[in-house]
């Protein structure tokens, strides 16, 4: 299978700070890198993704790494903000199967 | 578009009764998958399926069973719900199968088992 590792478990910044959440992955064949962002009470929602065969990936204050030769893969939040508060997850994805991380808790504080 | 639409939204159990978790899309997905979330865990997959009357396993199917009749549907079934079952339940689409595409989720069911 697949093995998605992700830190930290909680994160809390203020406001304006920046965010990074690390995960990495044990398959090289996973070649697909989603994020999501839960927040409470409701369904994860995809914020950024990224494909095996590109290293960055930025939208607007968002961005993600890959590493292939590591394994491992980040997501990066400038310039925070409260509605930022949220638990996001990464996964790693091949062939129709998703695996995800466990999870971090981000408080963005006012 | 409704999106992707779980029913019901909350289930108590008591150990050994069964049902059948409801989930449907109207965006004529090709993929549609299940998940349980557990605390400090992350989500899992529990079954997916590529297209009508084409399902496979994911990292957790023991204890559920699923079809794929439709385009639009895809039911969670458990014959004998156990303790260890008690989770929220995510169904997600996509517009197709494969990777790289975007999954659209539902908004869960939380599930009790007693």
């Known amino acids: 299978g697949e093995n998605v590792e992700q830190h930290p478990s909680t994160l809390s910044v203020q406001e304006g700070d920046s965010a990074v959440i690390k995960c990495t992955y044990s398959?090289?064949?996973?070649?697909?890198f989603p994020w999501y962002k839960q927040e409470l009470g409701k369904g994860p929602q995809l914020i950024i993704d990224i494909r095996s065969n590109v290293g960055e990936k930025k939208d607007q204050r968002i961005a993600v790494t890959l590493n292939k030769t590591a394994k491992h893969f980040s997501l990066h939040i400038t310039e925070t903000q409260p509605e930022d508060s949220a638990v996001y997850f990464c996964?790693?994805?091949?062939?129709?199967?998703?695996?995800f991380g466990s999870g971090t808790k981000l408080n963005v504080k006012p | 578009n409704a999106g992707v639409t779980q029913t019901p939204k909350f289930q108590v159990l008591k150990t050994g009764q069964s049902m059948t978790l409801q989930c449907a899309q109207d965006?004529?997905?090709?993929?549609m998958s299940w998940y349980r979330q557990d605390p400090g865990m992350g989500l899992r997959l529990i079954h997916y399926s590529v297209g009508a009357g084409i399902t496979d396993q994911g990292e957790v199917p023991n204890g559920y069973n699923v079809s794929r009749s439709t385009t639009e549907d895809f039911p969670l079934r458990l014959l004998s719900a156990a303790p260890s079952q008690t989770s929220v339940y995510f169904c997600?689409?996509?517009?197709?199968?494969?990777?790289?595409?975007?999954?659209?989720f539902g908004p869960g069911t939380r599930l009790t088992v007693l």
């Open positions: 997600a689409s996509s517009p197709t199968s494969g990777s790289h595409n975007e999954q659209f």
């Open positions: 398959d090289s064949a996973s070649n697909y």
């Open positions: 965006m004529n997905h090709e993929y």
């Open positions: 996964a790693a994805c091949k062939v129709n199967k998703f695996y």
